[in-house]
């Protein structure tokens, strides 16, 4: 079989993909499908493979699909640096990884958003390139699947060249097997991805310059690590961020109807809460809540479930403004 030409290659000739994700929202599996549609569908000849960190749900993942004509061998089994194609599942991953590395102008990119084109270029600073907008969250939420199939139908869009067609056939395949009644609703998530998004062409945008790609090195090597593998530099969980972790949803407070009864302060495992002691109007000693440090919370939902008064509900966290919303716990301690 003989594959369409690619749209693009670097010097090796390779089209490179890269899917930056959190554990649990699919992006493995989203790669494996792609590269099976352009590898036995389409005949492109290809590799797949992933990144996951600590491997745990929750943390950066990463997902690559290398493509080269059908005569050519692959024999790079490196990560994307330089992306042709970037695909970002988790918004929340901007501003916290560097997910535009070697992003470069006339690449494209897929963005799971509530945002525009254009306010995703602002936010990303990106160089001229094409840019796809689609809220897949909502749709896999609407059509109750998980988010990649849509975002597959967002990088199908976006490529401008891999068969809409050729990964559904591997979808039904893949997900037909073992759980056929989800079949229905991926088809529709999938078509939704490729449809409902917004795209614009900033290709021959100057607006911002593109970063000359630079290989981040590891502070510690070979060279400089100390004798024994001494670890100089003790980490505290109170200057991390952990915004990446959450999968879409967030914990929201309202104020008006909280009793303060510190039952989400009990369950949190990541002790979120931010509570204070004051007084109440006769003047009684007690302990009131403050709100929710986000920069520790994974999004897990517990507070939520356990909160006798409904005083915590679960929100789509694009619609919440977290910086503002956000309880500084240092302020307590
Ligand atoms: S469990 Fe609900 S009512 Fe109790 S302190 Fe937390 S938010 Fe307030
Ligand atoms: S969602 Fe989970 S981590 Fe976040 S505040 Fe609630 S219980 Fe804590």
């Known amino acids: 079989m003989s594959a369409p030409k690619l749209p693009i290659i670097n010097e090796l000739g390779y089209y490179d993909i890269r899917m930056e994700s959190i554990g649990g929202m699919g992006a493995n599996l989203a790669g494996q499908i792609l590269a099976e549609a352009c590898i036995l569908r389409m005949g492109y000849n290809g590799v797949n493979f992933a990144s996951y960190g600590s491997e745990k749900k929750g943390t950066p993942v990463k997902s690559f699909v290398r493509l080269c004509a059908t005569d050519q061998e692959v024999t790079d089994n490196s990560p994307v640096e330089q992306p042709h194609l970037l695909a970002v599942f988790a ?12 992003f470069g102008k006339g690449s494209v990119i897929a963005v ?15 160089p001229g390139c094409r840019i796809y907008c689609v809220d897949a969250l909502k749709i896999s939420m609407e059509e109750k699947v998980p988010l990649n199939t849509a975002m597959l139908g967002a990088v199908s869009k976006i490529s401008g060249f891999i068969d809409p067609e050729a990964i559904k056939g591997v979808i039904k395949d893949k997900i037909g097997k073992r759980y056929p009644h989800l ?37 510690l090597g070979y060279e400089n690590e100390p004798m024994g593998g001494i670890i100089t530099n003790p980490g505290n969980t109170i200057v991390k961020n952990h915004a990446a972790s959450r999968v879409g949803y967030i914990p929201f407070w309202h104020e008006d109807i909280c009793i303060h009864c510190g039952d989400c302060d009990l369950t949190c495992p990541d002790h979120c809460m931010v509570f204070e002691k004051s007084t109440d109007d006769k003047g009684k000693e007690m302990v009131f809540m403050l709100g929710i440090d986000y920069n520790y919370c994974k999004g897990c939902l517990r507070c939520v479930d356990i909160c006798p008064v ?24």
């Open 91 to 102: 918004e929340q991953l901007i501003g916290n990884v560097p997910i535009t590395q070697g």
């Open 112 to 126: 799971n958003t509530v945002l525009t084109p254009e306010e995703v270029m602002d936010e990303l600073k990106l």
């Open 183 to 219: 079949v229905d609703g991926n088809m529709k998530a999938f078509d939704r991805g490729y449809n409902d998004g917004h795209e614009a062409d900033f290709s021959d945008s100057d607006k911002y310059p593109e970063v000359p790609f630079h290989r981040v090195q590891p502070d």
């Open 310 to 333: 409904d005083a915590l509900t679960a929100e789509v966290e694009s619609t919440v403004d977290v910086k503002k919303e956000r309880a500084d716990l240092r302020r307590v301690l």
